[in-house]
């Protein structure tokens, strides 16, 4: 844990908003952007993340990539306040702290539903957003029907598929029109066809200005969502860049070997 | 033996005649227990949900003593609701000593410490598997407690029916703040417990039949309805 090559922002212009790849999300946001300032995090005197700081603004979505236990869950966890860092700061610049809260939501690697019926699962979240009982069913129907999960809407939720829970922990999220959609390997578990329709959904909220931060290790995946790529290894961010740039030319070693499948973690 | 299968003809006659007195024997013991047990879950599930959810000080001590609880011998806590009731106790005036409604104390201060504890280790448990999920959607420990206790709520029907069980099968908080008046306070177990002083082993056997088939069959019908509602619901 002593690494110490410096963090690369090859091509990132001064206010660290990313060229866009393939579409062109809404640039407006209540809380963005992000500023991480010297973030780490120690558990039972092990640094698990050390002195990391970047700033992210509306646009591009950012993929943050690297070998297994390179803390990329933490950092996701860190950013959206799940968890209290040991030192450094997660600020949220466009807005107050409840108002940041309630912009942001994430949908874990392995999906927690409540023991309800579908529809219940997506109206418990709306309902903790304090929105009118009477707006709720409209919002519900349209997510749900935009997820392809309407016709589950009276099922009981853990009774659902892998990859229906998962869309199900989508259509939660995307219900409460987050600013800011963490994904932590939101895909790590599925087959290839539920993988395929995880992403489009998340295509989707991006499209319509939900700015996606997730991780993966998982390059082609990577490689099909990523605006930009934010590369952590054992606890430090080596690399933030375009992703194009970092799948071509990736500035330091550790992210060449990654992508190489060559890594020792 | 003979005792033994007079004990089951006793039972079964007593059953087959509805017999009156048995009759309303085993309606106030319901009473009685069902009441304790309502009131126990009233306190014992907030009560164990918040112990697993909030931190404070002492917080391990309160489960300490709440766990230490679930042994609580009933004639301890039927003295003590009999210091408090009795005439020059604090709530003497009430004069609810040799009343149902003291049973029904006694019992429900009996049973609140199991419900509580076993809800509280329920709740702890469900709360690793959510905390992250509901904090994320924006969600306090305040407002995560009735949605886990909801969740709960298939667990918790053990920890329910130990109460009952528990309330039930008591003899010893019942006898000393119910007094087992004959029409007025007699329950299934102090009726036992008389028999088995007079003498009349084999009716005492018989209403203990009685008892444990009403038990029985409670725990049955509500396993039943638990398994299918679980089955659906995970």
Same mark, same amino acid.
């Given at each position: 844990?002593?690494?110490? !090559?410096?963090?690369?922002?090859? *091509? ?9 790849? !393939? ?37 591009? =979505? ?7 236990? $390179? ?7 860190? +950013? ?12 949220? /610049? ?7 809260? /309630? ?40 997510? #749900? *029907?935009?997820?392809?999960?309407? =016709? ?10 892998? %990859? ?87 500035? +330091? %070693?550790?992210?060449? $070997? ?8 | /033996? ?7 003809? !006793? ?41 697993? &959810? ?12 709440? *766990? ?14 009999? &210091? ?25 201060? &009996? ?57 039930? $099968? ?17 329950? /299934?177990?102090?009726?036992?417990? #008389? ?40």
């Amino acid at each position: 844990m002593t690494h110490t !090559t410096p963090i690369s922002t090859h *091509n990132v212009p001064a206010n660290d908003v990313m060229p866009e790849k !393939t579409s062109t999300p809404s640039q407006s946001s209540k809380i963005l952007p992000l500023r991480v300032e010297s973030l780490s995090f120690t558990a039972k005197g092990e640094h698990l993340l050390q002195d990391v700081s970047f700033e992210l603004s509306a646009g591009p =979505r950012t993929v943050i990539m690297g070998p297994n236990g $390179a803390g990329k869950s933490l950092l996701l966890r860190l +950013c959206h306040g799940l968890l209290e860092p040991t030192s450094g700061s997660v600020r949220w /610049m466009g807005g107050k702290a409840r108002e940041a809260t /309630m912009s942001q939501a994430m949908v874990f690697q392995r999906p927690v539903l409540l023991r309800r019926t579908v529809a219940q699962n997506v109206d418990y979240g709306l309902k903790l957003h304090d929105v009118p009982r009477a707006d709720r069913p409209q919002i519900i129907q349209d997510v #749900l *029907n935009r997820t392809g999960l309407a =016709r589950f809407a009276e099922k009981p939720a853990r009774l659902l598929s892998g %990859g229906e829970q998962q869309k199900l922990a989508l259509a939660r999220a995307w219900a409460l029109k987050p600013d800011v959609l963490f994904l932590d390997e939101p895909t790590a578990s599925l087959d290839p066809a539920a993988a395929h329709a995880i992403e489009a959904i998340v295509q989707t909220m991006h499209d319509e200005g939900t700015r996606i931060i997730m991780t993966t290790h998982d390059i082609a995946q990577a490689k099909r969502l990523a605006d930009e790529v934010i590369f952590v290894h054992k606890g430090r961010v080596l690399e933030k860049t375009p992703a194009e740039h970092f799948f071509d030319t990736p500035e +330091c %070693g550790e992210a060449a $070997a990654f992508l190489r499948g060559e890594l020792r973690w | /033996m003979n005792d033994i299968s007079e004990a089951f003809s !006793t039972a079964l006659h007593l059953l087959i005649s509805l017999d009156a007195d048995l009759i309303e024997i085993v309606g106030l013991s319901l009473q009685v227990s069902l009441s304790a047990v309502v009131i126990a879950v009233v306190i014992g599930l907030p009560l164990g949900a918040a112990l697993a &959810l909030f931190k404070f000080p002492g917080r391990g001590a309160v489960t300490i003593v709440i *766990n230490a609880l679930m042994g609580l011998p009933p004639v301890v806590v039927g003295l003590v609701v009999y &210091l408090i009731l009795s005439r020059s106790g604090p709530l003497g005036v009430l004069g609810l000593l040799f009343t149902p409604t003291a049973m029904i104390i006694a019992q429900a201060l &009996l049973i609140t410490p199991i419900i509580a504890a076993l809800t509280r280790q329920v709740v702890a448990d469900l709360w690793v598997e959510y905390a992250e999920q509901m904090r994320s959607l924006g969600s306090g420990r305040l407002r995560a407690m009735p949605t886990l206790l909801y969740d709960a709520r298939f667990t918790l029907v053990t920890a329910v029916l130990a109460g009952f069980g528990r309330a039930s $099968a008591e003899v010893g908080a019942v006898m000393i703040v119910g007094g087992n008046i004959d029409h007025v306070t007699r329950v /299934m177990t102090t009726a036992i417990a #008389l028999e088995v002083s007079k003498g009349d082993l084999a009716l005492a056997l018989g209403l203990g039949i009685v008892l444990i088939g009403l038990s029985v069959s409670i725990n049955a019908a509500t396993y039943s309805v638990k398994q299918r509602a679980e089955a659906v619901w995970t």
